[in-house]
Each structure stands twice: as C-alpha cells, then as structure tokens.
C-alpha cells in the first residue's frame, strides 16, 4: 500500500520570505502522481500543485515550485514571497498512473502554515 | 473543471440517527469518491462510488454504517448511520477531471457533529 509522510505539522515563515514544506511517500509503482492541495478554513480543497512520476523536471506555479526527488522518493513544495493568504493546512497527496480510470488520493497528515508580518 | 455542490454543509445530530450528504456534479463522471476527514486529521477514503454499481468500501468502512448510493452519473449520496460522537467529522465528496486530467475536485464538505 502507498503511504505519503508529512514530518512537520506546523511551520512559520514571514510574509515574503521563502518556505518549504516536506514530503515523503513509499510506493512500488513507477507511474503515478504527486499533489500538494491547500485547505484553508473554508474548508474547500485547492490543488496547488501536480507532479507527474515520468516527468523529471521539477512543476512550477507561479510562487509555488517543487522539487521532487523520485530515488528518494521526495517531494517538497516550495513557497517564494510568502503572502498572508498563503496560510492554511497544506496536504501532500499520492494518485497512482493511468488516466484512462479515476483513482482515488492518499493523504499525507497534512501541515499548518502560519504566515507572520 | 468539474464544479461540486455539498449538501448539508454542516448539521448537528442527536447520537443514534442517521445524516445523508448529497453530492451533485457539475458534469457526468464515472467515480466518486467519499472522504473522512477527522477533527485535525488528513482525508481518509471511506469508498468509492461507480454508477450502476455497488460502491467500493476502504477497511475499516462498511456499508452498513456508510450506505452509499448512485443513481446517476452526476449525482450521489453518502448516509452516516447509527450516529456517536466518533463520526464528528468533515466528509467530503470528491471527483477526478476529465480526459488527462487527474486533478481532483472536492466538495466544499459536510461538517457533521453528534452530541
């Protein structure tokens, strides 16, 4: 079974400053996916950002990049010039390969960012 | 892009009835997908909802405590029974997008409390 690991419950930056966020996850397949989703107090699931296994260049969106490491099985997000609505509960996430049928997502414990002035 | 309505978004119950959660999709999809969410916890799947067919439970999730239907390609509904404090949760329903797209959609959640 696949099982995705977030070792920092909580973390802090200041606004502007930079900020990563760690993730690890143990799988046998070579083909699936890789998510960071944002929950901010609304509640509402926000995809950040998405990293195909067969890809190796790292995705990027906007202030928002990761580094994924796949030997290691690696995936940090890293966030640049921190903004006040960048607070929220950050969930790393594993999908296996395959398009042609939906799968379903496992979660990591997930970690609270505080955003400070 | 596929666009979810929750129902009920939130609901205070006496212990021992039972909830039913309605999910409605935007757009025809052949899964849904239902989530746990404990207070402070990640999602956890409870199953997985195929049209014309018997949804799929994950362990620890049985049918006779989460009856699952799904009558149609845009529409599905996820019951709580036999109501205890325990099932004090967030659930969430969840669809994948469509074609090449593997984003996940999710529901705005159902914050259930049971006094």
């Known amino acids: 079974a696949q099982t995705v690991t977030q070792s920092q419950p909580e973390m802090s930056v200041q606004e502007a400053e930079t900020v990563t966020l760690s993730c690890t996850y143990d799988?046998?397949?070579?083909?699936?996916?890789l998510f960071w989703y944002k929950q901010p107090p609304s509640r509402q699931m926000i995809l950040v950002i998405r990293q195909e296994a067969y890809k190796q260049q790292n995705a990027t969106e906007n202030r928002f990049s990761v580094n994924f490491q796949k030997a290691a099985k690696s995936f940090s997000l890293k966030i640049s010039d921190s903004q006040l609505g960048d607070a929220a509960m950050y969930f790393c996430?594993?999908?296996?390969?395959?398009?042609?049928?939906?799968?379903?997502?496992?979660f990591g414990t997930g970690t609270r960012l505080q955003v400070t002035l | 892009s596929a666009v979810i309505s929750q129902k009920p978004s939130r609901d205070i119950c006496q212990r021992g009835t039972s909830l039913t959660i309605q999910c409605q999709v935007d757009s025809q999809v052949t899964m849904m997908f239902w989530y746990r969410q404990q207070p402070g916890q990640s999602l956890t799947l409870i199953a997985t909802?195929?049209?014309?067919?018997?949804?799929?439970?994950e362990s620890g999730f049985v049918i006779d405590k989460f009856p699952i239907s799904r009558p149609n390609l845009t529409f599905s509904t996820l019951t709580v029974s036999n109501m205890s404090p325990e099932d004090s949760s967030i659930y969430l329903c969840?669809?994948?997008?469509?074609?090449?797209?593997?984003?996940?959609?999710f529901g705005q959640g159902t914050r259930l409390t049971v006094v």
């Open positions: 996430a594993y999908r296996r390969g395959g398009w042609g049928t939906a799968s379903k997502l496992t």
């Open positions: 799988t046998s397949e070579s083909d699936y996916y």
């Open positions: 969840s669809v994948e997008g469509r074609g090449l797209n593997t984003e996940a959609f």
């Open positions: 909802a195929n049209q014309g067919s018997e949804a799929t439970y």
